[in-house]
């Protein structure tokens, strides 16, 4: 063998698998938190039982399961050595599979749901326009009627036909109205829940399941719309960006049950502090939120970040030992005229690692 050449190290190819490992195991826990709700008859685990009754919703279910497996893969909880089998492997791919169908279904039945409401109204269209046709048709039979005594010169006839004549029309114009009046009340109806079921679907694909405040594409999209806004009316908006303290120390000494609560109380904190029908409060990923508050301006933000502080630290999360207490650090930025959304974040997420560096806990204003 030439000097050139070098044999791999088996520590080195250990450390390899190790961090394999570590990245299968961020995979497995991120997909439990980012799950959706997709009934309670898809949501098994993973020898395919059902949910347990003991008080947990099935996403919290889901995120412990995908918790246990995280820990199977890392420490070998449930085996020897993680995963170390053939049979390891295989069950932790059916429980990813099962899962993943259980959403492939749950949208395809909710698409499916959607198509049939629309094809049921414009059944319902449909068959205004023929009741229409026969209303028509009967007036029309009327008209010939007479027609045909004028063109006879039967004027006996037509003393004794036109009240029927005219009363016949008059009966068949109510019908019409009645018809159409009932008819326009159920397609009203059903349009209306076509549109209560399309911003239910929206806001749960847009709501981060954890915390069950927006989630980043969320967020994405009411920027856009935001930024639009606030150029249209010469206004500008806030943008507040949230990072908690020592997060990742929490989770390794308290567990990630006591961080998820952690990020329940906190997101609870930031909706009420910003109450706004407009204000939007989103996660941005992991322990970091993310604000967008209209109409603001310098003395509002400064308000509203110290508000915010307050209110994180006040907040209380729930754990099997007693509640735990928590910080922020908080950064802002005012959006300037002409800026992307991208922009504005940026400055406030420098403005928040600024919070960070000279001693978390406050806020610093980009």
């Keep these: 063998m030439s000097a050139s050449q ?105 698409v499916a749901g959607f198509r049939t409401a629309v094809s049921n109204l414009v059944c319902g269209v449909r068959g205004l326009l023929a009741e229409y046709m026969n209303t028509d048709a009967e007036i029309d039979e009327q008209l010939a009627r007479l027609e045909r005594a004028v063109a006879a010169g039967q004027i006996d006839v037509l003393r004794s036909m036109v009240p029927t004549a005219v009363e016949g029309i008059r009966g068949s114009l109510d019908k019409r109205r009645k018809t159409f009046r009932e008819q326009l009340r159920v397609m009203g109806e059903t349009v209306s829940r076509l549109g209560e079921d399309l911003e239910a679907t929206r806001q749960e694909v847009e709501v981060d399941a954890l915390t069950r405040v927006t989630n980043r594409g969320g967020l994405d999209k009411a920027m856009e719309k935001t930024i639009l806004l606030a150029s249209e009316t010469a206004t500008t908006f806030l943008v507040v960006m949230l990072d908690l303290d020592h997060f990742k120390a929490l989770n390794d000494e308290h567990g990630h049950a006591a961080g998820d609560a952690v990020l329940r109380a906190t997101a609870d904190a930031l909706v009420r502090t910003f109450p706004r029908r407009d204000d939007l409060v989103a996660r941005y990923g992991g322990e970091e939120f993310c604000v967008v508050a209209r109409d603001a301006d310098p003395n509002t933000a400064e308000r509203l970040a110290t508000r915010l502080l307050e209110n994180v630290r006040e907040a209380r999360a729930a754990a099997p030992f007693g509640a735990l207490r928590v910080t922020a650090s908080v950064g802002t930025a005012l959006w300037r005229p002409g800026e992307s959304s991208a922009s504005v974040i940026a400055r406030a997420d420098a403005a928040m690692y600024s919070a960070k560096r000279n001693g978390r806990d406050r806020v610093i204003h980009g």
């Design 6 to 110: 070098s044999i791999p190290s088996p520590v080195a190819n250990k450390l390899a698998f190790g961090d394999a490992l570590d990245v299968l195991a961020a995979v497995v826990r991120s997909f439990g938190r980012v799950a959706f709700e997709i009934g309670e008859s898809r949501a098994v685990g993973s020898a395919g039982d059902e949910p347990k009754g003991d008080g947990r919703s099935t996403l919290d279910a889901f995120a412990l399961e995908a918790d246990r497996w995280a820990r199977r893969i890392l420490i070998g909880v449930g085996a020897d050595q993680g995963l170390a089998t053939g049979a390891d492997v295989a069950e932790l791919r059916r429980w990813f599979e099962s899962r993943r169908r259980g959403e492939k279904q749950y949208v395809e039945d909710n």
